[in-house]
């Protein structure tokens, strides 16, 4: 079956933007994750969704980023007024297991969206 | 700051030989998760081994835990040039996954 897909591929955007970057997760995968990657290190954690249900987002750099997952399949990753800073890849994952089973479960990943803020 | 750190940051070898690549981590887990990434691709996840286990093979690979010492290792026998990537270790709490800042591997053919 399909894998997680992530559009666009690659974005630029003047700094002071808005973007927005889409995730479809592995049809049926309950729980989705938003991961930040800088050149040359480990993913690094964003936001993560149950369903619809947004149950962390203490990897938010700032208020500027907003996660949403309104029906439970799709999701889209906002950051407004980009900054430079925010130049990276933004990798999106999924698993199936719900909130019991996740830390057991490997996650899915998508190849990415590469944002370059100039 | 990462949970996990692997060592070496980067591993070059020649084909046929095997590659070794450790991870310490600093709290205490339920499992560790090692992954693999291509150049501009996303992570694949390889193998899970669980905190009552000490080793688990997949392959030409082979993962070791010392919970002990709060370490993983992740071997790669025989390597091949395909398996030029980075490999990443995460442990995940509450949902979270978190990674180190991986080791880069090169296999020369």
């Known amino acids: 079956g399909a894998g997680v897909s992530q559009s666009p591929r690659y974005k630029v955007a003047k700094r002071g933007q808005d973007v927005a970057l889409r995730c479809d997760p592995i049809?049926?995968?309950?729980?989705l994750f938003w991961y930040q990657q800088a050149l040359g290190q480990g993913p690094e954690f964003l936001t993560y969704?149950?369903?619809?249900?947004?149950?962390?987002k203490s990897g938010l750099p700032s208020d500027r980023f907003f996660a949403e997952r309104p029906e439970g399949s799709v999701s889209t990753l906002k950051i407004q007024r980009t900054q430079q800073e925010d130049s990276a890849v933004y990798l999106c994952?999924?698993?199936?297991?719900?909130?019991?089973?996740?830390?057991?479960?490997?996650?899915?990943f998508g190849n990415g969206t590469r944002l370059t803020v100039t | 700051s990462q949970q996990g750190e692997e060592d070496p940051q980067a591993l070059s070898i020649q084909e046929g030989e095997n590659a070794t690549m450790n991870c310490s981590y600093k709290?205490?887990?339920?499992?560790l998760q090692w992954y693999r990434q291509n150049s501009g691709r996303g992570l694949v996840h390889l193998i899970l081994?669980?905190?009552?286990?000490r080793e688990k093979h997949s392959g030409r690979l082979r993962v070791t835990l010392d919970t002990s010492k709060k370490s993983s290792s992740l071997l790669i026998t025989a390597s091949r040039a395909a398996d030029t990537a980075s490999y990443f270790c995460?442990?995940?709490?509450?949902?979270?996954?978190?990674f180190g800042d991986g080791t880069t591997l090169t296999v020369k053919p």
């Open positions: 969704f149950q369903n619809e249900a947004q149950l962390d």
């Open positions: 049809s049926g995968h309950v729980s």
């Open positions: 081994i669980r905190s009552n286990e």
């Open positions: 709290t205490s887990i339920n499992n």
């Open positions: 995460a442990r995940a709490n509450a949902g979270k996954s978190t």
């Open positions: 994952a999924s698993s199936l297991p719900s909130l019991g089973q996740v830390n057991n479960s490997p996650l899915h």
